[in-house]
């Protein structure tokens, strides 16, 4: 037998009265009595359901205090100096404030984007072009020719088209425009300064000229895209296939031929044979043409 100090005793039957595991006898207040284990556990396991109980009412009143506290942030970022225009300043309030937008888009959803190419491209995944397109909205989408020559950038452009969005390249781009159902315009607040924010639009004026920029635009743009090209998939040979993934990667005849172990003439007679193949006069042409097919 175990004999311990009575101090220890002391706080050990202290523990006990606490919990409700010893109490005073009926017949002698001044004696106690141990609780029959069954008895109470089960008051422990009562109280402490009941203290779980309170503490997850008060998280939920946590959530909801920060839910008004969120609301009320977003309120003091976005000024609203008329009915038909909102300033969103900063990036980041821009960026959440046009997904909420995008989300209550119902028809059509155009996009002139001026954009680097790691500013632009999501993961395919969690694109929200992507889900505009499962929601059946139209989607319209011009990019500058710079971010379709690289790889990255026509797989994105040719998933939108699998997905059936149509999306055009052009040179240059005057500014970032986002036309959602023709009813709201979303412009960029400072053109040279991409971080510093957004203006939504919505008077009938604004709309009427974004919509013919947007529409200029489109209508120059190059189509890098056509229906049949979804049920093209005429094979490639290994080779072409190397070449082809290469010449997406920026990679020179010379890099090819010394890369694929071949000669110089033979990387350049590949290159050639698939320009034909393809319809291209460029490199940039033969890029396209290859990303409709899904080639590279």
Same mark, same amino acid.
């Given at each position: 037998?175990?004999?311990?100090?009575?101090?220890?005793? =002391?706080?050990?039957?202290?523990?006990?009265?606490?919990?409700?595991?010893?109490?005073?006898?009926?017949?002698?207040?001044?004696?106690?009595?141990?609780?029959?284990?069954?008895?109470?556990?089960?008051?422990?396991?009562?109280?402490?359901?009941?203290? %779980?109980?309170?503490?997850?009412?008060?998280?939920?009143?946590?959530?909801?205090?920060?839910?008004?506290?969120?609301?009320?942030?977003?309120?003091?970022?976005?000024?609203?100096? =008329?009915?038909?225009?909102?300033?969103?300043?900063?990036?980041?309030?821009? *960026?959440?404030?046009?997904?909420?937008?995008?989300?209550?888009?119902?028809?059509?959803?155009?996009?002139?984007?001026? +954009?680097?190419?790691?500013?632009?491209?999501?993961?395919?995944? *969690?694109?929200?072009? %992507?889900?505009?397109?499962?929601?059946?909205?139209?989607?319209? *989408?011009?990019?500058?020719?710079?971010?379709?020559?690289?790889?990255?950038?026509?797989?994105? +452009?040719?998933?939108?088209?699998?997905?059936?969005?149509?999306?055009?390249?052009?040179? *240059?781009?005057?500014?970032?425009?986002?036309?959602?159902?023709?009813?709201?315009?979303?412009?960029?607040?400072?053109?040279?300064?991409?971080?510093?924010?957004?203006?939504?639009?919505?008077?009938?004026?604004?709309?009427?000229?974004?919509?013919?920029?947007?529409?200029?635009?489109?209508?120059?743009?190059?189509?890098?895209?056509?229906?049949?090209?979804?049920?093209?998939?005429?094979? @490639?040979?290994?080779?072409?296939?190397?070449?082809?993934?290469?010449? +997406?990667?920026?990679?020179?005849?010379?890099?090819?031929?010394? @890369?694929?172990?071949?000669?110089?003439?033979?990387?350049?007679?590949?290159?050639?044979?698939?320009?034909?193949?393809?319809? +291209?006069?460029?490199?940039?042409?033969?890029?396209?043409?290859?990303?409709?097919?899904?080639?590279?």
């Amino acid at each position: 037998m175990v004999k311990l100090p009575l101090a220890e005793v =002391s706080r050990i039957m202290d523990e006990l009265r606490k919990l409700d595991l010893l109490v005073p006898t009926w017949t002698d207040p001044d004696a106690e009595h141990a609780v029959h284990p069954r008895v109470g556990l089960s008051g422990l396991v009562e109280r402490r359901r009941s203290e %779980l109980n309170r503490q997850l009412g008060e998280l939920r009143e946590a959530e909801s205090s920060a839910e008004v506290i969120a609301e009320q942030y977003n309120e003091l970022l976005t000024s609203r100096s =008329s009915g038909d225009v909102e300033v969103l300043k900063g990036r980041a309030n821009a *960026t959440r404030r046009i997904e909420e937008l995008g989300l209550k888009a119902r028809e059509s959803f155009w996009g002139m984007i001026p +954009a680097h190419i790691d500013d632009t491209i999501h993961p395919a995944e *969690t694109s929200p072009d %992507l889900l505009l397109l499962e929601r059946g909205v139209r989607l319209r *989408t011009i990019y500058l020719q710079n971010m379709t020559v690289s790889k990255p950038g026509l797989d994105y +452009a040719a998933t939108l088209h699998r997905h059936g969005g149509e999306v055009r390249a052009t040179p *240059t781009l005057p500014m970032r425009l986002l036309i959602i159902d023709r009813e709201i315009a979303i412009m960029a607040m400072d053109p040279e300064n991409p971080v510093a924010g957004a203006v939504i639009h919505r008077s009938p004026g604004v709309l009427a000229l974004a919509s013919a920029l947007f529409d200029s635009y489109w209508s120059r743009a190059v189509e890098l895209f056509s229906p049949e090209d979804r049920d093209n998939n005429d094979p @490639l040979t290994p080779h072409e296939a190397e070449v082809l993934r290469l010449l +997406a990667g920026g990679a020179k005849d010379e890099q090819v031929a010394r @890369l694929l172990g071949i000669s110089l003439r033979t990387a350049r007679r590949i290159t050639a044979n698939l320009s034909d193949r393809l319809d +291209a006069t460029s490199r940039f042409e033969l890029g396209v043409a290859a990303a409709k097919r899904g080639w590279v």
